[in-house]
């Protein structure tokens, strides 16, 4: 089965800065040259589940300019369609990516064109899974929600409150072990919990019904690497695997996405996962 995937969220313009120690507050650091990566949470979403074998639809915004240019083309060159991105007049997205040698991360987003992220009902209505994240407003995120029909995932980051009305839409939702502090304890429905290179936990309603560790790896950047996890996971939930066994590849994806630079280019396939996986179990 080939899962039809709709993600509707954010498209940016990652400028993407390596240096040898994050910057404390207050404080100036150098860095190596600056490098240009198509991003978004929306977007990295959207192409990790294209390389992992669903066929994706991207719901969003950019601007009419060279940044929103760049991202499109990256969407379509990894197979994510995107004749539903809207161009309008506010510029293109942009996040300042600071990455540390060891592989640790800050991020800086610039609101543009992601407020105006918009979809169309028919074509979320008939999607196996629609995917949405906190980077666009929350008016749309319910929107999708309402209109969704299969699995309605939704991705808790930035981390904020959820309404009533949202919680009420979820399906699945996937957060990191910051997140979920801050949100406090699932009480119904599917709750995936990541904690980077520590075990993944899976609650249903309350209760934990599977946990995995993600494989041991040199990360070179762990940018995208939990966009990455929401993308294959989803791709296998929503194609018939279990929890625990969707988690294990979600897992062995998002290892793999860090052993590159930027969050879409790093991404694997689901050739690369199977073959990565099965090396590990050997």
Known sequence: MTPRIAVVGSINADLVVQMAKLPGRGETVSSAE?????????????????????????????????????CLSALAQSGVMTDSVLKVSSPTSTALVMVEHSGENQIVVADGANQHAAFDVDQISSADAVIV?????????IAAGKASNGIFCVNAA?????????ASLIDVLIVNEHEFAQLGEPKSGLVIVTAGANEVTAYQDGEVVAKAQPPVVEALDTVGAGDTFVGAFIVAYAS????????ELACAA?????????????????????????????
């Open 34 to 70: 600056p490098q240009w990566y198509p991003g978004g949470k929306g977007a990295n979403q959207a192409v990790a589940a294209a390389r992992m074998g669903a066929s994706v639809s991207m719901f969003g915004a950019v601007g009419a300019d060279e940044p929103g240019e760049m």
């Open 158 to 166: 930035p981390v904020r409150g959820i309404s009533d009305e949202l």
């Open 240 to 247: 018939g695997q279990s929890v625990a066994d969707s988690l």
């Open 133 to 141: 994240q906190f980077e666009i407003p929350e008016s749309v995120i």
């Open 254 to 282: 998002s290892a793999l996405s860090t052993l590159k630079l930027g969050a879409q280019s790093g991404m694997p396939t689901a050739a690369e996962v199977n073959r990565f996986m099965q090396e590990s179990s050997n």
